[in-house]
């Protein structure tokens, strides 16, 4: 996302991701020919979201998309059947900068 984004639309991305963060059935919802599917566009959603969070972004957007992305993840996760992994904390994972 480009610093140069107008305020408006950084406005509207935030709304997206917390409301992907809150209803993440609304991320994997696509509705196509007035037919509405959910999960046909996982292959789309993830890559999206996760593009936010690499570059040069403010870190406020990267944590939302953070949440966002595991709000969505788990959501995934919960419709196949498949049991949640361990929490992993990372915060020791890599030195401070």
Do not use: C
């Not at 509705?31 to 972004?57: A, H, M, R």
């Amino acid at each position: 996302m480009s610093s140069e984004a107008s305020p408006s639309l950084l406005d509207l991305l935030m709304d997206i991701l917390r409301l992907y963060e809150q209803d993440p059935i609304f991320a994997l919802t696509s509705t196509t020919g007035g037919s509405t599917k959910v999960g046909d566009n996982v292959d789309q959603v993830v890559p999206l979201i996760s593009t936010l969070l690499v570059g040069s972004g403010s870190d406020t957007i990267k944590l939302h998309a953070k949440s966002a992305l595991l709000a969505v993840l788990d959501q995934v996760r919960s419709d196949l059947g498949v049991e949640a992994v361990p929490e992993v904390h990372t915060s020791n994972m890599w030195p401070a900068k």
